[in-house]
């Protein structure tokens, strides 16, 4: 008697399934391999198995565990998947010494790309960093978790976060509130990483008493800034005198990290941004490093993707037509 064949729809909506199947589907033609009475057939989010009714049933719990792992880990890969179908857990050995921080609601902190990686590698073999790339990126992130582990394991007694606080001049002055009440629109990414990482009321008893401190550039002047993590946020913004004054702070048992988007400098034309002049300068210097992340290194919502190719696609459009008829080509700034 032929066995019956089922069908069933499965939803992967709520990962990252472009990174989930790997690049062109590699992981996806792995898994295939692995399940050869199955029918596997990949639409977007959505994943059709056709086969026998138990046969389904036993992937789509093998299918969870790699899910599982995935959403634990970051990333999937064909030895993880291989112990998931043989045993029903991945390897261990990829837990502990790679987690960053065991942040709020089981959040495990961790590089996720390679140029992350080299970032964590980076600050662990130098006292100053610059981590230079576009927003996104996990650079300001992966440099709180840095600062946040350093402080849980003793290794500085507090967290300095800083920033130009606007974008072409620092007018506190003109906005309400105390100090915290001025700096809060510009370092809400800041704040948002630490909330990821440390609970509310230990991170309330840390502003408090000043383990974690909020200051704005032009106030680090004078400063030594001894047993610390300081971050450095958005230092395309900072003028070369500002960043040479923040850069000689740093005092005894201390830890510089300085982020910044050099594609995104909001300086006045005249000036020049300090932190491209820092990273030519400094570049050859004995415990200084530098590490450059790019749009590769981006981890967004799946629909992003689709949407830059889209807007990408307009654009070429455009430049087709405006190629054939002899106009100038559209910049993306005219869209």
């Not at 790997?22 to 959505?46: S, W, Y």
């Not at 029903?88 to 992350?116: F, M, S, Y």
């Not at 007694?157 to 629109?185: C, M, Q, S, W, Y």
């Not at 200084?288 to 459009?317: F, G, M, P, Q």
């Amino acid at each position: 008697m032929e066995e019956k064949v089922s069908e069933k729809i499965i939803s992967l909506e709520d990962i990252d399934y472009i990174r989930f199947w790997g690049t062109n589907d590699k992981l996806l033609d792995f898994v295939r391999l692995l399940f050869p009475k199955l029918k596997l057939i990949v639409r977007g989010e959505m994943l059709k198995v056709i086969g026998a009714a138990d046969e389904i049933a036993a992937f789509e719990a093998k299918l969870d565990a790699m899910m599982t792992y995935f959403e634990k880990f970051g990333r999937l890969n064909e030895n993880a998947i291989m112990q998931i179908v043989e045993t029903g857990g991945g390897p261990e050995t990829e837990t502990n010494d790679e987690i960053l921080v065991h942040g709020r609601n089981g959040i495990l902190v961790k590089a996720r790309t390679p140029n992350q990686q080299r970032l964590v590698e980076a600050v662990k073999n130098n006292d100053m960093v610059f981590a230079i790339g576009p927003a996104g990126t996990g650079k300001t992130y992966t440099a709180v978790a840095l600062a946040v582990r350093a402080l849980k394991n003793k290794e500085i007694r507090r967290i300095i976060l800083t920033r130009p606080a606007v974008e072409a001049g620092e007018n506190l002055g003109f906005l309400p509130g105390d100090l915290r009440d001025k700096l809060d629109p510009y370092l809400q990414p800041l704040y948002d990483a630490l909330r990821d990482m440390i609970p509310q009321q230990k991170l309330l008893s840390y502003w408090e008493d000043n383990t974690i401190e909020i200051a704005p550039l032009a106030f680090m002047r004078g400063r030594t800034l001894d047993n610390a993590f300081v971050i450095l946020d958005e230092a395309q913004n900072a003028t070369a005198a500002q960043l040479k004054m923040f850069l000689t702070r740093m005092g005894r048992n201390a830890k510089f990290v300085i982020t910044g988007d050099i594609t995104q400098i909001d300086l006045p034309r005249h000036q020049q941004s300090g932190l491209v002049q820092a990273t030519e300068i400094l570049k050859d210097i004995k415990g200084i490093a530098i590490v450059k992340l790019d749009n590769s290194d981006v981890i967004r919502h799946r629909l992003v993707t689709s949407i830059i190719r889209a807007y990408d696609r307009l654009n070429d459009e455009k430049v087709t037509a405006a190629t054939q008829s002899g106009e100038r080509p559209p910049k993306d700034s005219d869209q």
